[in-house]
């Protein structure tokens, strides 16, 4: 790696070398008003709780920019888009849950992994063939193979994967690979750095203008070490909360693997404490560091304004899964199939075509969004997808809607790998074992992949989901429904492993 101090230099070549190569080619014709530019905000372990245009979010948290693009589009009320960071993407640029992503695996020192882009094809290549100038800026996490100049046309990249002495570096001193070619050392905080960068590729450094574009950007924050920028550091003092009802076993009603969950410990007032730090102090943390993100949105969406484009810009908000903080007794915890571990926020918005100020209360998956931002883009999905197109619940956020959103967790397995179901300690991940969850607006099901008691949350009544259903005869019936329901899913989405999972503990 280069010093540090060539990062500017680098960044301003890298930027004259592409506009140079953009501007050297045939210009091709203006693109039409029906092939709208996509920009795919994608934060990193962001609970919807985190936003205050979630009524889930605690009533000191504040997030106006975000609140401002919520209001001027269509925000889902409830969306998984995987259980945990490496698989929520490859889902996402594949269109598949984990079962069918083929050749992805980890190998080496973790994150270190690798993939057939032959066999693991990623959609933005087939956009980038569509007329669109791809660019991905920020975290990659899904093989060591960036796909520059197949799958991007531009891009700036953390490659977790490939630089795994410096995996941790999620807001300072990360390796920078500028276009496939030199990596340079990153010192500034990480989510100021990403959002100039994608501000300058919006105003057309680096593309051709005459192409629409997609620019997938993949912040860091709000992932461990939950680091503030240093202008956030006092922000949020005084407040208060109060600690979930279950942060302490025992957990009536839950299986067995649930009742182990024990990240915290009582002081000796009784209050939960992890490390030397007080329960208060980490879910503060936490949020401060998503001030930053709230900052950003603000100076895309000035940006977007600025050079004219906003009106033709898809605009979306997600993250790859949320974090629990107390909640189940998890400590900023993916993985588990509760709504304070994965659940995500969901934001689409475009003026004139996307209707303002609403909500869907359909719940969404992961392996729906490439089927959509597809569809935006005019294209037909290249490959028989897992997900469905949510276009007709961006027309019309009440709309009939008979698909469940499904997240199936296979730890670190993926493709025909986990068509077998390991055992022992192999088919846990963090303490929490695979797993296949359905929901549809009320119900959530949850099966384990060992033999232990099902879940089933009526999420209305019970939106902490600290009442499991599947232990209580009167919801035998549902229970069964909702079984079926997922191995129907599972059967379409040739899931190797449908007809392997271990029998259910009945009660």
């Not at 934060?43 to 948290?61: F, G, M």
Request: neutral net charge.
């Amino acid at each position: 790696m280069s010093s540090p101090m060539a990062l500017q230099s680098t960044r301003r070549e890298w930027f004259s070398l592409v506009t140079l190569a953009a501007a050297a080619r045939t210009i091709a014709a203006p693109s039409k008003p029906e092939r709208p530019n996509i920009l795919l905000i994608y934060t990193d372990d962001q609970s919807h709780r985190t936003l205050s245009c979630y009524p889930e979010a605690y009533p000191w948290v504040r997030t106006p920019n975000i609140d401002r693009l919520a209001h001027q589009g269509v925000r889902f009320t409830a969306a998984y888009n995987g259980a945990w960071c490496m698989p929520a993407r490859a889902t996402l640029l594949t269109g598949h849950h984990p079962h069918g992503v083929e050749s992805m695996r980890m190998e080496g020192e973790y994150p270190g992994s690798v993939y057939d882009p032959e066999r693991c094809p990623f959609w933005p290549k087939n956009l980038r063939a569509h007329g669109y100038t791809t660019a991905q800026i920020g975290k990659w996490h899904t093989g060591v193979d960036t796909g520059f100049g197949r799958d991007w046309d531009f891009q700036l990249v953390w490659n977790r994967p490939k630089y795994t002495e410096t995996s941790g570096n999620y807001y300072h001193n990360q390796p920078i690979t500028y276009h496939g070619g030199k990596t340079e050392i990153l010192t500034r905080y990480s989510t100021d750095q990403y959002t100039d960068w994608a501000c300058e590729f919006i105003r057309g450094q680096g593309r051709d203008r005459n192409k629409p574009w997609f620019l997938w950007l993949c912040y860091g924050a709000v992932h461990g070490p939950y680091t503030p920028a240093e202008r956030h550091r006092q922000a949020l003092a005084g407040i208060d909360l109060d600690t979930p009802k279950d942060i302490f076993p025992p957990r009536p009603g839950k299986p067995e693997w649930a009742q182990k969950i024990n990240q915290w410990r009582k002081d000796t007032n009784g209050r939960p404490v992890s490390g030397n730090r007080r329960f208060i102090d980490w879910v503060r943390q936490y949020h401060q560091g998503v001030l930053a993100l709230d900052e950003a949105v603000k100076q895309l969406m000035d940006t977007l304004e600025e050079t004219g484009q906003r009106k033709n810009t898809l605009v979306v908000f997600t993250s790859d899964q949320g974090l629990a903080f107390g909640q189940h007794g998890f400590r900023g915890t993916k993985i588990a199939a509760y709504d304070a571990n994965i659940r995500s926020p969901l934001i689409f918005s475009m003026p004139g075509r996307i209707p303002e100020n609403r909500v869907s209360k359909t719940p969404a998956s992961g392996v729906d969004l490439a089927p959509t931002l597809l569809r935006f883009a005019g294209m037909a999905p290249p490959w028989p997808m897992h997900g469905r197109d949510l276009t007709p619940l961006l027309e019309n956020p009440d709309a009939a809607w008979v698909h469940p959103a499904m997240v199936v967790a296979t730890g670190r397995k993926f493709g025909s790998d986990t068509n077998q179901i390991p055992e022992g300690d192999e088919v846990f991940q963090g303490g929490v074992p695979w797993y296949v969850m359905i929901r549809d607006r009320r119900y959530k099901y949850v099966r384990p992949l060992v033999h232990d008691l099902e879940e089933l949350y009526d999420l209305e009544a019970d939106p902490e989901e600290l009442d499991n259903l599947a232990v209580k005869p009167e919801h035998k019936a549902r229970l069964h429904q909702m079984r079926a329901w997922a191995i129907a899913e599972l059967r379409r989405t040739q899931c190797g492993f449908v007809d392997r999972m271990p029998p259910v503990r009945e009660v």
